[in-house]
């Protein structure tokens, strides 16, 4: 089992940035690609970013040059900085890890653009 746990989130004005962490515990020698997702209210949780072992990344049109991932493989740690955040982006943010065995979601932590 791979334990997740978010932090990061929160209101922020159009045009500002957030960054939120993502902290991997458990058996975490077998997960070999992490990100984020997120689900708007009404929506379908979608794909925002991710990234796997050897550093291969995966992104939505959507944050294309706004977003970026990184991850600090010492503590186990994924990274979403997010900038010029617009109201759209407003979504609880999950983290997901996924290996041979499955796939393990974060509680999820909210962000909500808004002036």
């Known amino acids: 089992q791979v334990q997740l746990v978010e932090s990061g989130g929160g209101l922020v004005q159009p045009g500002g940035s957030l960054r939120l962490s993502c902290a991997a515990s458990g058996s975490i020698f077998g997960v070999y690609v992490m990100g984020w997702y997120r689900q708007a209210p009404g929506k379908q949780r979608e794909l925002v970013f991710t990234?796997?072992?050897?550093?291969?990344?995966n992104y939505a049109d959507s944050v294309k040059g706004r977003f970026t991932i990184s991850r600090n493989n010492a503590k186990n740690t994924v990274y979403l900085q997010m900038n010029s955040l617009k109201p759209e982006d407003t979504a609880v943010y999950y983290c997901?890890?996924?290996?041979?065995?499955?796939?393990?979601w974060g509680q999820g932590t909210q962000v909500t653009v808004s002036s």
């Open positions: 997901n890890a996924r290996d041979a065995a499955g796939s393990y």
């Open positions: 990234i796997t072992n050897g550093g291969s990344t």
